[in-house]
């Protein structure tokens, strides 16, 4: 069973760029399509963006693109997200994720979730 560790979410102003990581335990995680999710209070979890086993194929949600950019690093077990120009709506906390698949929705085969880590966008 692999454990998922996020870090790198802060405080920080609206437009400033903040990128989080998340670091995988376990040796499958070059086999593993990653993921990250986003949830606020009392509100649904949802999709922010997903990166493919070999980091060839990522796709992004509506609200993100071209503000929002996936990459991995299979040799240091860890999934990034940059995040740019940072909007005060953009203030909830983002989860890592482990499945299958990556998908335009998100992960087939979701399997693992980490703690979360809260991000905070001062107006």
């Known amino acids: 069973q692999v454990q998922l560790a996020e870090s790198g979410g802060g405080l920080v102003q609206a437009g400033g760029s903040l990128r989080l990581s998340c670091e995988v335990s376990g040796r499958t995680f070059s086999r593993k399509a990653m993921g990250w999710f986003r949830q606020a209070p009392g509100k649904e979890r949802r999709f922010v963006a997903a990166?493919?086993?070999?980091?060839?194929?990522?796709y992004y949600g509506d609200s993100v693109k071209r503000r929002f950019t996936i990459t991995r690093d299979n040799a240091k077990n860890t999934v990034y997200l940059q995040m740019n120009n940072l909007e005060p709506e953009n203030t909830t906390v983002y989860y890592c994720a482990a499945g299958a698949r990556a998908t335009m929705w998100g992960l087939n085969g979701l399997d693992e979730w980490g703690q979360g880590t809260l991000v905070t966008i001062s107006s």
């Open positions: 990166i493919s086993c070999s980091g060839g194929t990522k």
